[in-house]
Structures are given as structure tokens and as C-alpha cells.
Nanobody, 115 residues
Framework: QVQLVESGGGLVQPGGSLRLSCAAS????????MGWYRQAPGKQREWVAL???????GYADSVKGRFTISRDNAKNTVYLQMNSLKPEDTAVYYC?????????WGQGTQVTVSS
């Protein structure tokens, strides 16, 4: 079973950039559909981006053109490059891995966009 650890969160000013990492162990990330979700205080968790085993990507409208999901198979890691960050991007960001109807979540990393 895959285990996921997110990193790369932090405090950034509006308009800035961050790159989140989701390191996988216990299984090969390229065989999974990998996604990023986020949850802001008082709100439900929402989908942000997805990369499937064929490397097809998808994005929520709110981040399209600003965020990029990618995968490094050699490092067994999935990334979320976030540019032009806005205060409304503030949330805990989680990655997940889906295969065979089973979803595994990481512990999350906090992203705060504020001046």
C-alpha cells in the first residue's frame, strides 16, 4: 500500500509561487491516479488537480492557468507548482493516490497567501 507525505507549504505573498511535493513510498506512483485537494477553514475539501497513470492532467477552474501538476517517476513524487497565488488559495493542501477503487491520503501541508 502506498504512503504519501506532502511538503513545500508555507507563507507567501499574493502573486508569489510555491511548489508542493507529494512523496510516495510503498508503491510506484506512476501506476496511480494522483490528485491534489485543498481545504480552507470552515469549508469542504475541494479538488484542485489530477494526473492519471497516462499523465493526462486536469484542473479545477479556480486554478487553471496558474497551477501545474506533474510527476517525477524516478523520484516517485508528484508536484503541484502554484503561481500567481491569491489569498483565496489559502488552505491545507492534500495529495491522494487512487488505484483499484482504493484512495490513500497524505497528512496535508499548509499554504497561506497573505501580505
Amino acid at each position: 500500500q502506498v504512503q504519501l507525505v506532502e511538503s513545500g507549504g508555507g507563507l507567501v505573498q499574493p502573486g508569489g509561487s510555491l511548489r508542493l511535493s507529494c512523496a510516495a513510498s510503498g508503491s510506484i506512483v506512476s501506476s496511480y491516479a494522483m490528485g491534489w485537494y485543498r481545504q480552507a477553514p470552515g469549508k469542504q475539501r475541494e479538488w484542485v488537480a489530477l494526473i492519471n497513470s497516462g499523465s493526462t492532467t486536469g484542473y479545477a477552474d479556480s486554478v487553471k492557468g496558474r497551477f501545474t501538476i506533474s510527476r517525477d517517476n524516478a523520484k516517485n513524487t508528484v508536484y503541484l507548482q502554484m503561481n500567481s497565488l491569491k489569498p483565496e488559495d489559502t488552505a491545507v493542501y492534500y495529495c491522494n493516490a487512487i488505484r483499484g477503487g482504493v484512495t490513500t491520503w497524505g497528512q496535508g501541508t499548509q499554504v497561506t497567501v497573505s501580505s
